[in-house]
């Protein structure tokens, strides 16, 4: 039972099959990929999006679980709707854009959840605080124009303050909650 399940789970990506079969490294395609990040402000939802997003995944198809993540974040990249909320954002009670201008994502193995879902153990690094991160995931094989790309999808929950993203007047979780969503919709190419 465990095999035939092993072989459903892994079928869409066998529609990779005309690629080499060894580790095949895809890139993140920009133009179409949006990763949200989602806040509220004295009880107030508002969303903002991580633009310029720089990411490569090696994925064996033949050892899925053997996947790599490397995913660079410009955090002057901040799109958001208020000039001024950008201002703090960036500033040095925030994100201090000036003295760690981007975040990590890391992860050197994949785990099979499900037919198309899988969870990825790393370390996320925002500011100067690096910290182990578990990110769900579910990746879909697709075709546009000829050409086989992947389509990953995520939400996860991340506590801010662990990351110093909130210093002085801003460690306030009355105003701002620790928590903030980061919603990951992107695609990726073969390089």
Request: proline share 6%.
């Amino acid at each position: 039972m465990r095999t035939l399940f092993n072989r459903a789970a892994f079928a869409p990506l066998l529609m990779l099959v005309t690629l080499p079969a060894q580790a095949a490294t895809w890139q993140l395609e920009p133009a179409e990929s949006l990763v949200v990040f989602k806040y509220s402000y004295e009880g107030t939802p508002y969303q903002g999006e991580f633009k310029n997003v720089q990411a490569t995944f090696d994925i064996d198809i033949m050892r899925p679980t053997a996947c790599k993540f490397d995913v660079t974040i410009p955090i002057d990249g901040i799109s958001v709707d208020s000039p001024e909320t950008l201002d703090y954002l960036l500033d040095l009670e925030m994100f201090d854009v000036d003295q760690w201008p981007t975040a990590t994502f890391k992860a050197e193995s994949c785990k099979l959840d499900s037919m198309n879902s899988f969870t990825s153990e790393g370390t996320l690094t925002i500011r100067d605080q690096t910290h182990p991160m578990s990110f769900p995931f579910k990746l879909d094989i697709e075709t546009l124009d000829g050409q086989v790309r992947f389509h990953l999808t995520s939400e996860v929950t991340i506590q801010r303050l662990d990351y110093g993203v909130g210093q002085g007047y801003w460690a306030n979780t009355a105003t701002i909650p620790n928590d903030v969503g980061i919603e990951i919709d992107v695609y990726a190419v073969q390089k």
